[in-house]
């Protein structure tokens, strides 16, 4: 299928969003400081956003809890519909355009006892006039589905948790130097599928999630994210010869559970491909992408190029024009259906 516009301005992203990435972990320091000064003082992080802004958001809440934050992360579309409850908080709303419209409308109505913060690659936006927010380096992201923006909010975050004391040696190594095994074996084990479930744990759960979005995004296929647990939970009755399985595994008890999935999806016809950082032996049965031992969000940011790689390889070979959407747009606007 023919290459267009919309993938050439996913390459463009993709091509840059190391450096950009390095470049906002290290000049965020003053509001990253501001903003640990206030969780300190509040006790509590409450982490908004929409899309693939959630799915960050997502990624790093582990992170933030290891650290001994009380952190959840949260949907503007959930708190617009159900308010937080009345107490202190630090909040910081997520989104790389700053246009969202659910962000613009929790600007409007947002409970004055919080501490207010946000997170855009968008300076000039709304959102970036209005809070004091970090701001990510090489401008907002053009193409369609989050590739630059990801990695780039990801180092963004990991700039806020430097400063509260938790240290992304591996992260900092990992956006420098990203390690881009062949997916050749993945891709051909994966592009005949009708329907894709990827799976991780810990901060490799939001990663899952976050592939799953740009997935149906840009190959048009359902495709569902979940934590290993949740995956076993019932979505294992979907297991067939035509869906897709895609497992991210890290260290220790990131890992667990990654053989009984495995063995599952083999037992059903759909041998898994797995993305490896566990640093123990591959499973039986599986394809398996390897990447250097990691954990945390150095994981993250390590399988992060080559799942944007294999994503866009299979969107190739399901649809013309990749990255050119035909239902959505880049910025969401606030809904007014009734």
């Given at each position: 299928m023919g290459e267009g516009i919309g993938l050439a301005r996913l390459q463009a992203e993709m091509a840059r969003q190391g450096a950009d990435a390095l470049a906002s972990l290290t000049g965020n320091a003053v509001v990253a400081a501001e903003l640990a000064a206030s969780i300190a003082r509040t006790g509590s992080l409450v982490l908004v956003g929409m899309g693939a802004s959630h799915y960050v958001n997502r990624i790093v809440e582990p992170a933030w809890r290891k650290a001994g934050v009380d952190c959840r992360a949260e949907t503007a579309g959930d708190i617009l519909q159900q308010d937080l409850p009345v107490r202190p908080r630090t909040l910081v709303l997520v989104s790389q355009s700053g246009e969202s419209g659910e962000i613009l409308q929790l600007l409007d109505r947002l409970?004055?006892?919080?501490?207010?913060f946000g997170m855009t690659l968008a300076p000039q936006s709304t959102l970036g006039r209005t809070l004091p927010?970090?701001?990510?380096?090489?401008?907002?992201?053009?193409?369609?589905?989050?590739?630059?923006?990801?990695?780039?909010?990801?180092?963004?975050?990991?700039?806020?948790?430097?400063v509260h004391g938790v240290g992304e040696e591996d992260l900092a190594a990992m956006l420098a130097t990203p390690p881009l095994p062949d997916v050749d074996a993945a891709l051909a084990a994966l592009a005949s599928k009708t329907s894709i479930i990827i799976a991780g744990r810990g901060e490799l759960r939001g990663l899952a999630e976050a592939s799953g979005l740009i997935l149906m995004e840009l190959a048009r296929i359902p495709a569902f994210g979940f934590e290993f647990g949740q995956f076993r939970h019932g979505p294992l009755e979907a297991l067939a010869p035509e869906l897709g399985v895609l497992l991210l595994r890290g260290p220790g008890s990131l890992s667990a559970g990654t053989v009984t999935l495995a063995k599952a999806a083999a037992g059903a016809g759909s041998p898994p491909v797995i993305f490896d950082c566990s640093g123990e032996a591959t499973i039986d049965g599986a394809v398996t992408v390897s990447f250097p031992p990691r954990e945390g969000l150095g994981a993250v940011a390590a399988m992060l190029p080559a799942l944007q790689k294999l994503i866009i390889a299979i969107a190739g070979r399901k649809v013309t024009g990749v990255g050119e959407p035909v239902r959505s747009t880049k910025i969401t606007g606030i809904d007014h259906e009734a």
């Open positions: 409970p004055h006892n919080s501490d207010l927010c970090l701001i990510g380096a090489g401008g907002q992201e053009v193409a369609f589905a989050a590739t630059r923006s990801l990695t780039v909010t990801l180092a963004l975050h990991a700039a806020a948790l430097a």
